[in-house]
Each structure stands twice: as C-alpha cells, then as structure tokens.
C-alpha cells in the first residue's frame, strides 16, 4: 500500500540557516508528489508539484526514486517560513486521491 | 476570487446529535473531497465525489454521509457523531481529468463533540 512517511514532527532552525523537511513514500510506479503548507491560520495550500520542477519561495524539491525520498529544501530559512508541511502522493488505486503524512512543523527563529 | 469555502468554521454539536457540515467551490472542479483530521495527525480521505459519483474509502465508518446536489456543493453529514468524531474536517476539490494538479483546500470546520 502506498504510505508517505515524514519522519520529524518538528524541526527548529535560526533564521539564515539551511532546511530540509524530509519525505520518504512507498509506491509501486512513478508517483507524483506534492508538497503542501500550512500558515498559521490559514488553509492548506499546494507549494510545489515534483512534476513541474519548480521553485516556489524559494523551496526546492527533487525525486530520488533510488532512496523512494522527495526532501523539501530551502538554503536560507526565513521566519515567514514557520508553518506546518505536509508531503503527498497519489493513491495508485484511484488517480484523483492524495495520500498525506503527518506533517512536520518548521519553526524558524531570529 | 474562485475558492472553496467551509461553513461553519467552528463547530459544537452533542454526542449522537446529528451535524452537517458544508463545502461549496467556485472553480467549476469535478472532484470534491472530504478529509478528517485529528491532533498531530495526516489528513485521512472518507469520501469523495467525482461529478455524481460517489467513492467512498473502505474504512469510512457507516457513520459518515455525504450529498453533493450540484457542482458547487458537497455536505458532511455525520448521523450519530461519537467524543473519537472530534477533529478538524478538510473540503478540498481538484479538476479531474487526466492531468492531475493537486488540490484546492478550503479553511476546514474543526468539530468538538460533547
């Protein structure tokens, strides 16, 4: 069965220093991964599409299929960065349905 | 601005009194979704609806219902609700279609049952 797995609850970095939210998932084929965010108070909302190669504020993610992982990274974090993270994959037995993890929660401080 | 909006945003009901919750879109999506959300923990799928279709997860106790009347709207009805009810509940909607884009959450109605 398809799972993603974030294995930090909780990450606390200063202000400037590198991130890295880690991702780890087992599926069967070529999945497609996301990443959300949620602000505090405020809804959750797509950050990045692995399929689409981009950067968004700054946050980089690549598909290692080798190591089944799909780590979030940021060099330089900002205290607007604070918020919970959630990585996501489609469920192979329906095309339209997201697998979550539990999340991890990034606190940035100055 | 097209979005997905959650009513209520807060919500006190009595164990075993009857609740709906409600989703409704602007972005014109085929799909809708209802996800439960307890503390600390991923969002977990009960059902979603593609157009009138109506897929419900294997582990979605009898407990929990949904309607969707028209495009923009999709309720979650929770007949009986018990104290292990009480999380947060995530209306999202995506395209459909064969390119997947993700989804569009709206801000979730966090229910407390008493």
């Known amino acids: 069965a398809q799972r993603v797995t974030q294995p930090e609850k909780l990450l606390s970095v200063f202000k400037g220093a590198p991130v890295e939210l880690k991702c780890n998932y087992s599926y069967s084929g070529s999945p497609e991964l996301f990443w959300y965010v949620q602000y505090s108070r405020q809804r959750l909302q797509l950050l990045l599409r692995?399929?689409s190669r981009e950067s968004i504020k700054g946050f980089t993610a690549d598909l290692n299929k080798g190591e089944t992982s799909f780590h979030l990274k940021k060099p330089f974090a900002q205290e607007e960065d604070s918020a919970m993270y959630y990585c996501a994959l489609p469920d192979s037995g329906g095309y339209n349905k997201l697998i979550f993890g539990a999340g991890t929660r990034l606190a940035v401080h100055p | 601005d097209a979005m997905v909006i959650q009513n209520p945003r807060y919500q006190v009901t009595q164990f075993g009194k009857p609740v709906t919750l409600s989703c409704s879109q602007t972005?014109?999506?085929?799909?809708m979704y209802w996800y439960q959300q307890k503390s600390s923990q991923a969002p977990k799928l009960l059902f979603h609806?593609?157009?009138?279709?109506?897929?419900n997860e294997a582990d979605t106790p009898d407990n929990f219902q949904s309607r969707r009347p028209n495009t923009s709207f999709c309720f979650l009805d929770i007949r009986s609700p018990g104290l292990g009810d009480t999380a947060m509940y995530l209306c999202?909607?995506?395209?459909?279609?064969?390119?997947?884009?993700?989804?569009?959450f709206g801000s979730g109605t966090r229910l407390t049952v008493v």
């Open positions: 692995h399929i």
């Open positions: 999202a909607t995506s395209r459909g279609g064969t390119v997947f884009y993700g989804y569009t």
């Open positions: 972005l014109n999506h085929n799909v």
């Open positions: 609806y593609y157009d009138k279709d109506f897929n």
